[in-house]
């Protein structure tokens, strides 16, 4: 199976600052998900944008989509403490695909 | 409340003793998934069910069965555990593939 790719593998920002983390695949794909895991808990769903559209927005979470370029990008803006957590991508289609490795944000109050 | 029950939580085992680990969701969801979280090497998918009696083998399915004989449980079998199976395990199920999956909490298996 494929998997989506995260980058980077870590990122260190302070509270009140954006953050921005990326996805790239090298299937075609239905949609794109997005999770979220604080450390040794399940993943949590945070958004799903489809193959047809380009941007998607839900509270402070920003996520759009590139299928030319096969890329994805979330950002999340004004960042709290609380949203210390790894972030996954996963490339949705037909084809059997996974979780990366995902990006550890650490917002440091 | 829509969840994704996984028993046990912790596990302590030793080599060769077969172990199950249930999963059961409460959201009429087609699709089941296993997976194993190791450091450094992310989340990686052990089987998953398409539906009922429908399952298929992920990335890393060697040294586990699994099987779906009702739509709401999709258990984990270890038939005979060794140290490298130790992990942390998540289900996850979603109404059908690819959408959006739910995950449960997690079991921290560890096989001495």
New interface residues.
């Given amino acids: 199976?494929q998997?989506g790719e995260e980058d980077p593998q870590a990122l260190s920002i302070q509270e009140g600052e954006n953050a921005t983390m990326n996805c790239s695949y090298k299937t075609s794909?239905?949609?794109l998900?997005w999770?979220r895991q604080n450390s040794?808990?399940?993943?949590?769903?945070l958004i799903?944008i489809r193959s047809n559209e380009r941007e998607k927005h839900s509270g402070r979470l920003r996520v759009t989509l590139d299928t030319s370029k096969k890329s994805s990008s979330l950002l999340i803006t004004a960042s709290r403490a609380a949203d210390t957590a790894s972030y996954?991508c996963?490339p949705?289609?037909?084809y059997?695909?996974?979780?990366?490795?995902?990006t550890l944000l650490t917002v440091n109050p | 409340e829509a969840q994704v029950t996984q028993n046990p939580r912790y596990l302590i085992t030793v080599t060769g003793k077969k172990l199950t680990v249930t999963c059961s969701q409460n959201m009429n969801h087609e699709y089941m998934s296993w997976y194993r979280q190791d450091p450094g090497l992310g989340l990686r998918q052990i089987y998953y069910s398409m539906n009922v009696e429908v399952t298929d083998k992920g990335d890393v399915p060697e040294g586990y069965k699994v099987s779906r004989k009702e739509k709401r449980n999709f258990p984990l079998i270890l038939e005979s555990p060794s140290p490298n199976q130790t992990s942390l395990y998540f289900c996850a199920s979603s109404l059908r593939d690819p959408y959006e999956q739910y995950f449960g909490p997690g079991t921290r298996l560890t096989v001495t």
């Fill in positions: 199976s998997q794909i239905n949609n998900q999770y040794g808990r399940g993943l949590v769903h799903l996954f996963r949705g289609s037909n059997k695909l996974t979780f990366g490795k995902g």
